[in-house]
Each structure stands twice: as C-alpha cells, then as structure tokens.
C-alpha cells in the first residue's frame, strides 16, 4: 500500500494527475485509511494503463471506453479502436515520409551546386 504519492512516483506522474485522472473517473478514489487514502497494485497498474494509452495516442476519453469495454469484455469495440488508433498512425507516417521524400530531395538539389541560392532554405522561404 502506498500514498498518492508513492503512487505518482512509482506510475511517473504528478500527484495532481492522479487528482484529475480520478475526477474523470479514469481511476478510483480510495476511502481514507487512518487519515491518508491508501492505493495498492491494482491502482499502479490502472495508471500505467492510462499512461501507456496515452503514449500511442489514445484520448482520455478513448481510455475510458477502453476501461468500460474492459469490464464488459468488448473486444470487438476494442479492437475497432485499436485500428482506428492504427489508421491514424498510418496516415501520420505517410505525412512524414511525404515530408522525407520532399527534404531529401532538397538535400540532395543542395550538394549538386554551391553556387546560387541553397534550394533548402529557398524552399522554405517560399513556404
């Protein structure tokens, strides 16, 4: 058993994210135990649940119908937003190969001269 201190230490979050995490009803707020509310294993593991969620992009609204479908055993609606999340990933990365390609290529018009304005920052200023 820990403090929401400990608990915010150990899941690598401020205490004040615990605070709101519980607001949201994302986590559970525990009765007092002899004046200080007492989390255990099962809130560290809620926790870096929601912040595992969070890393690949889930919104706290997502994670909440992620903790609902979890007790109700949903996994079709998990999965659907699992590969909602996946599309969203997709298109990110072809965004960003998109933006590669363009910037290698301007790299690449840079090296083929010294003379003249440098294509990469000509490019940008035209932006």
């Given at each position: 058993m820990m403090t929401i201190g400990g608990l915010a230490a150990a899941g690598g979050v401020g205490v004040e994210t615990i605070r709101y995490y519980?607001?949201?009803?994302?986590?559970?707020?525990?009765?007092r135990d002899?004046?200080?509310?007492?989390?255990?294993?099962?809130?560290?593991r809620r926790l870096l649940?929601?912040?595992?969620?969070?890393?690949?992009?889930?919104?706290?609204d997502e994670i909440s119908e992620l903790i609902a479908l979890d007790a109700s055993r949903d996994r079709s609606r998990a999965r659907d937003?699992?590969?909602a999340r996946i599309a969203v990933f997709d298109a990110k990365i072809a965004d960003l190969m998109a933006a590669r390609s363009a910037?290698?290529?301007?790299a690449d018009d840079c090296a083929l001269s010294d003379k003249g304005p440098c294509p990469i920052i000509a490019a940008f200023e035209a932006a």
């Open positions: 519980q607001r949201r009803d994302l986590m559970k707020t525990p009765p002899g004046g200080a509310r007492r989390y255990g294993a099962e809130d560290l649940f929601i912040r595992h969620a969070q890393a690949v992009g889930f919104s706290l937003l699992a590969r910037l290698q290529r301007l």
